[in-house]
């Protein structure tokens, strides 16, 4: 349970530097991190610390995928979590 939550930590704070990384990019006019990659790092675990560095660094703000699918991958391993939570207690 405790690397669970290291992990998840981690990933968080690897999907708001993402973000923040990636808008100082667009500033600059450099490469850019792929919208994949950003999406990827949401649904592995990060999808908070992405939405917070999205809303923060007011990031992709404008682009529907981003505005509903962030939030959906947040309900979805809210859910997950959820159902996994019942179904230890039952076992």
Do not use: C, Q
Request: charged share 15%.
């Amino acid at each position: 349970m405790d690397l669970l939550i290291i992990y998840l930590v981690i990933i968080n704070i690897a999907g708001f530097a993402a973000m923040g990384i990636d808008k100082y990019k667009a500033i600059h006019h450099r490469w850019r991190i792929p919208e994949k990659t950003l999406f990827l790092i949401a649904i592995i675990g990060g999808g908070i610390g992405s939405y917070a560095g999205m809303i923060i660094f007011r990031h992709k703000t404008k682009h529907i995928v981003f505005i509903y699918g962030m939030p959906s991958i947040i309900i979805i391993h809210i859910g997950i979590a959820g159902y996994i939570a019942k179904l230890s207690k039952f076992f």
